[in-house]
Every structure is written in structure tokens, then in C-alpha cells.
């Protein structure tokens, strides 16, 4: 089992444009979390999907948005970016009815 | 969401028990009390989680007090490898929950 995958694992992108992140949850798992990271700050919640809805959302703008395919992938769209968003962006998988989610590595994306 | 507050750091050494604490004075009823932890360049992962009893996983163990308004996480024989930020977190289990992470205490391990 591959776990949690999540691609680019890096990334650079300039102000004021637009960035996909991919994420790939847990064989089995249905819900995807997606979280945001600054150096040295714990995670914080963004938005979570299931059943290629967005179920829960955090305090982010809605220049942050999602989707997720019916194979339960998962992408993170940011538009307009700013500095501030420079951080590791986290997606995270779940089953339906499951305690424990599983975390991916990470993108790293750095806005200049 | 109910706060958690955690000391900012901690250290111990090698094959010694760690205790890390966390209190929790307005959690609800329906909360749980979850511990995950992040080592370096990793995402976050599950360590364990409880309701109202002690609970053992083969990790660690997670002493809840009987009010509820505190819990230690025990890891019994600390090795090089359980360095890491540790963060208590409390969620209602209803399916797959929204985790809110607090800042978390950074565990340093001396050899």
C-alpha cells in the first residue's frame, strides 16, 4: 500500500498566479483532508472532501478551493497567490468512519 | 474547538520514559483526546487517542485524568527516533474529523 502520495513535492511559483496541488489518499479511504503548515506552526485545516463534496471548511479565503474525482483523488487549487502562502501544504485520508487519518509528505510550495 | 494548551518543549534521553502533558480545561463531553506526532521533513501520523479511560497502543500510552481536563502521553522507552513535535488535539469522532492543531511541544532525545 502506497499510503498517502501528494506531487510536486516542491514547488516555486511567482505572485499573483495560480497553483494545483495533487493528492492521492489511502487505498480505501473516501475522505481527504487538506491542511496548510507554516515553518515553525502546526498544521491548520483548510477544507475536507467526501463524496466529491466539500464537507467542512476552515477559516481560508475562497481563493483556496478543491475537488475530488470520483476515484477519491484529490486536488488543492490557490489563485491570486500571495507570499503568505508560501508553506507546506498537507492532505491528509480517512475512511468514512475512521479514527486515524494518514498524512502525506507534503508540498512545499514557496510563492516569490 | 475546544483549546489545548502543551509546553513548547521538552527533553529526556535515550531508553527513559517521556511524559508529555497537555491540558484541556474546556473539553466537552463528546470530545476526544487524540496525539499525533511529526518528525522532521514528515507529515503529522496517529499515535493514539481516548475518551475517559487509560488507554495503550504499541507506541505509547495516553493517561487521561478523571476529570478529563488533562492527559499525559507516555512513551516508555524514548529511542532517537521519537524525536518529534507531539500534539494533543481534541475532535469529536463523528466519521472522518476535522483536526485542529495547536503548536504542539518538541521532543528532544539525547543519546
Known amino acids: 500500500d502506497a499510503g498517502v502520495t501528494q506531487s510536486p513535492t516542491h514547488l516555486i511559483k511567482t505572485r499573483g498566479q495560480q497553483v494545483t496541488l495533487r493528492c492521492s489518499p489511502k487505498?480505501?479511504?473516501?475522505?481527504v483532508s487538506w491542511y496548510q503548515q507554516a515553518l515553525g506552526q502546526g498544521p491548520q485545516f483548510i477544507f475536507q472532501?467526501?463524496?466529491?463534496?466539500?464537507?467542512q471548511r476552515g477559516n481560508f479565503p475562497d481563493r483556496f478551493s478543491g475537488h475530488q474525482f470520483p476515484n477519491y483523488s484529490s486536488e488543492l487549487n490557490v489563485n491570486a497567490l500571495l507570499l503568505g502562502d508560501s508553506a507546506l501544504y498537507l492532505c491528509?485520508?480517512?475512511?468514512?468512519?475512521?479514527?486515524?487519518?494518514?498524512f502525506g509528505q507534503g508540498t512545499r510550495l514557496t510563492v516569490v | 474547538d475546544a483549546k489545548t494548551t502543551q509546553p513548547n518543549s521538552m527533553e529526556s534521553n535515550e531508553e527513559e520514559p517521556v511524559h508529555l502533558p497537555c491540558n484541556h480545561s474546556?473539553?466537552?463531553?463528546?470530545?476526544?483526546i487524540h496525539w499525533y506526532r511529526q518528525l522532521p521533513s514528515q507529515g503529522p501520523e496517529y499515535v493514539i487517542h481516548?475518551?475517559?479511560s487509560n488507554v495503550n497502543n504499541r507506541m505509547a500510552s495516553l493517561a487521561i485524568a478523571e476529570d478529563r481536563k488533562s492527559s499525559t502521553l507516555i512513551l516508555h522507552r524514548a529511542t532517537l527516533r521519537d524525536a518529534a513535535v507531539y500534539y494533543c488535539?481534541?475532535?469529536?469522532?463523528?466519521?472522518?474529523?476535522?483536526?485542529?492543531f495547536g503548536q504542539g511541544t518538541r521532543l528532544t532525545i539525547n543519546p
Open positions: 491528509a485520508s480517512s475512511p468514512t468512519a475512521g479514527v486515524e487519518a494518514f
Open positions: 487505498s480505501g479511504h473516501d475522505t
Open positions: 472532501y467526501y463524496e466529491e463534496e466539500e464537507r
Open positions: 474546556t473539553i466537552s463531553g463528546t470530545d476526544y
Open positions: 481516548g475518551l475517559t
Open positions: 488535539i481534541l475532535s469529536i469522532i463523528q466519521g472522518a474529523q476535522k483536526l485542529v
